[in-house]
């Protein structure tokens, strides 16, 4: 599977994530439900590991890149829960899904060659990505000021943009599996930390389990599969092509949340869904 194809799954189970997000958010925790979710993706990826994992040693570099991803990997997870918890989605999805300028970037710097063309489509999806967000909403529905919310998204999207990455580069000189549950246990271990600290409970009730559960899953299948691009040909894309789950989560918030989308926006969809395409040539 290209590295593309693999953005594009991660896309599809990030979409579907977030829009969750945005629910279970409002009646549980941003530390509760970030924690079963991360406990939840845990176990798929143990199964993973124990059925095609590299059990020979991983370097001292890989490990310290799979920590790495673990850690900013936490940061955007917190981050982009507590500013879907602000809402709205239409906001919040795209400004996350802002990441790719950054990640084709670091692959320039570690000496990827991207072409001007190549740069023009991750500019239209930006563009595409941009028209979504400024769209004015027309709804009744009130929300928090949107600068921490919009402060909250960006962060969150420098956290995907590094935790995706230093996972990739691990996946260069290790296991692709291994790499992602050691970052996911990072994650996990640095989260109970700060629940301790703060006195937060990390339970999030039994009637939210079943929906963060299937969260959980959809999450760690789509970080695996921008970790897995690393070991392709333009690893990049894949972190480029994820991206789109930020539009995915705004078009099933208007279908399922009913919150506005007007025809501006669906011209920002095919703007930046031409600019995948154009990256999948």
């Given at each position: 599977?290209?590295a593309?194809l693999?953005?594009?799954?991660?896309?599809?189970?990030?979409?579907?994530?977030?829009?969750?997000?945005?629910?279970i958010?409002?009646?549980?925790?941003?530390i509760?439900?970030?924690?079963?979710?991360?406990?939840?993706?845990?176990?798929l990826?143990?199964?993973?590991v124990?059925?095609?994992g590299?059990?020979?040693?991983m370097?001292?570099?890989?490990i310290?890149f799979?920590?790495?991803?673990?850690?900013?990997?936490?940061?955007?997870?917190?981050s982009?829960?507590a500013?879907?918890?602000?809402?709205p989605?239409?906001?919040?999805?795209?400004?996350?899904?802002?990441?790719?300028?950054?990640?084709?970037?670091?692959?320039?710097?570690?000496?990827?060659?991207?072409?001007?063309w190549h740069?023009?489509?991750?500019?239209?999806?930006?563009?595409?990505?941009?028209?979504?967000?400024?769209q004015?909403d027309?709804?009744?529905?009130?929300?928090?000021a949107?600068?921490?919310?919009?402060?909250?998204?960006?962060?969150?999207?420098?956290?995907?943009?590094?935790?995706?990455?230093?996972g990739?580069?691990?996946?260069e000189?290790?296991?692709?599996?291994?790499v992602?549950l050691?970052?996911?246990?990072?994650?996990?271990f640095v989260l109970?930390t700060?629940?301790?600290?703060?006195?937060?409970?990390?339970?999030p009730?039994?009637?939210?389990?079943?929906?963060l559960c299937?969260?959980g899953?959809?999450d760690?299948?789509?970080?695996?599969s921008?970790v897995?691009a690393?070991?392709?040909?333009?690893?990049?894309?894949?972190?480029?092509a994820?991206?789109?789950?930020?539009l995915?989560?705004?078009?099933?918030a208007?279908?399922v949340?009913?919150?506005?989308?007007?025809?501006?926006?669906?011209?920002?969809?095919?703007?930046a869904?031409?600019?995948?395409?154009?990256?999948?040539?």
């Open positions: 599977m290209s593309l693999l953005g594009l799954l991660a896309a599809l189970c990030w979409g579907i994530h977030d829009l969750s997000v945005r629910y958010s409002q009646s549980v925790s941003v509760a439900s970030l924690m079963a979710v991360l406990v939840f993706g845990a176990f990826q143990f199964a993973l124990a059925a095609w590299d059990f020979g040693p370097s001292g570099v890989a310290s799979a920590i790495a991803t673990g850690g900013f990997y936490l940061l955007a997870g917190l982009m829960y500013a879907f918890q602000r809402g989605v239409r906001l919040v999805a795209p400004l996350v899904a802002s990441y790719p300028v950054l990640s084709v970037t670091l692959a320039i710097w570690r000496g990827s060659t991207v072409s001007v740069w023009l489509a991750v500019i239209a999806i930006g563009v595409g990505v941009s028209i979504v967000a400024a004015s027309d709804t009744d529905t009130t929300y928090p949107p600068g921490p919310t919009i402060a909250l998204s960006l962060l969150a999207a420098v956290g995907f943009a590094a935790a995706f990455a230093l990739q580069y691990a996946t000189i290790s296991d692709e599996y291994t992602s050691i970052g996911r246990l990072t994650a996990i109970t700060i629940a301790l600290i703060s006195g937060k409970s990390i339970w009730g039994v009637q939210a389990l079943p929906l299937l969260m899953l959809l760690a299948v789509a970080i695996l921008v897995a690393g070991g392709l040909p333009n690893a990049q894309y894949a972190s480029v994820a991206s789109v789950f930020g995915l989560t705004v078009v099933l208007w279908a949340l009913k919150e506005n989308m007007a025809p501006r926006q669906w011209l920002g969809c095919g703007v869904f031409a600019g995948i395409g154009y990256l999948a040539m």
